[in-house]
């Protein structure tokens, strides 16, 4: 786990970021959130997390489709 105040510091050029329906997502609200560059460029991918929960050959051939639709857009 690290501090969010050096997140920006370990995202890269993409953030992809599972999400949850019960989950708090206000920290996307965050000005520290909104300044990082790949959410400047509008780089970040948001998947559902239930869907990439597991890794059987049958998710990860829906994780790579994924991947490949939005990487590639």
Request: no cysteine; proline share 3%.
């Amino acid at each position: 786990m690290i501090s969010s105040e050096v997140l920006p510091d370990y995202v890269g050029d993409y953030l992809i970021i599972s999400k949850y329906n019960d989950q708090d997502n206000s920290n996307q609200q965050t000005d520290l959130y909104k300044g990082m560059p790949a959410v400047k460029n509008n780089h970040v991918i948001e998947v559902d997390g239930n869907a990439f929960m597991f890794n059987d050959s049958i998710t990860l051939d829906y994780q790579l489709k994924y991947f490949e639709e939005h990487f590639l857009k």
